[in-house]
């Protein structure tokens, strides 16, 4: 199963801030989904992407949220201005080229206080 | 939605065979059907997926019906660590924009 690294794997945030989350890829991977899970509740996705655009969003996924993957490095996901109803655990699940199916990372914990 | 049905719950003995049953009646020619697993709050983990025909791999089997309205997942030999919550999900292979859609999925308890 191919490694998928997400960084922080916690993150405390103020309301109101900004926070990055990162998804450091593998050089074959060619989509990336983000999901969120609130505690307690299902996993829904929120965005996938592909060659720098995105392919296809929820309606979860409203202006405060971004996603881009500069110069081809860590695929981030940026929520801009953080609610008490964003925290969650997000994860990546990327798809590699010549695969169907999405391995999952281990999640970034977010909490806004 | 999704497109998938799945008993909420599930025990079964440490040893057994686990098989969790999921039901996609309004499965599209070119849908398959994929399985993953959550332990605790952990990504969720790929298992197998498949499309017409029995699938088996090192961790689990998957067994279509002919008529292709419903699956089984079969954990042969469910240890402690099989205690998850199990979710079916029916998805077009190749259409890579086509997210995973998630349904309440079917928790396992394994007991000792």
């Known amino acids: 199963e191919p490694e998928v690294t997400q960084t922080p794997s916690h993150q405390v945030t103020q309301m109101g801030q900004e926070v990055i989350l990162r998804c450091v890829p593998i050089?074959?991977?060619?989509?990336f989904y983000w999901y969120r899970q609130i505690l307690g509740q299902k996993v829904e996705f929120l965005v996938s992407f592909y060659n720098n655009e995105i392919s296809e969003k929820s309606e979860i996924f409203d202006d405060q949220f971004s996603v881009e993957r500069p110069d081809g490095s860590n695929f981030t996901l940026k929520i801009r201005s953080t609610k008490l109803e964003d925290s969650a655990m997000y994860f990546c699940?990327?798809?590699?080229?010549?695969?169907?199916?999405?391995?999952f990372g281990q999640g970034t914990r977010l909490t806004v206080v | 939605d999704a497109k998938t049905t799945q008993p909420t719950s599930m025990d079964c003995a440490e040893g057994r065979a686990a098989n969790l049953p999921c039901n996609h009646s309004t499965i599209s020619g070119n849908e398959y059907v994929y399985w993953y697993r959550q332990i605790h709050s952990q990504g969720p983990q790929y298992i197998i997926h498949g499309l017409k025909n029995n699938e088996t791999n090192e961790m689990a089997s998957l067994i279509i019906t002919e008529d292709r309205k419903s699956s089984t997942l079969i954990l042969p030999h469910a240890t402690l660590r099989d205690t998850a919550v199990y979710y079916c999900?029916?998805?077009?292979?190749?259409?890579?924009?086509?997210?995973?859609?998630f349904g309440p999925g079917t928790r396992l308890s394994v007991l000792p």
């Open positions: 999900i029916v998805r077009v292979v190749g259409n890579y924009g086509q997210n995973f859609v």
């Open positions: 699940a990327p798809i590699t080229q010549g695969n169907t199916e999405a391995f």
């Open positions: 050089s074959n991977h060619l989509y």
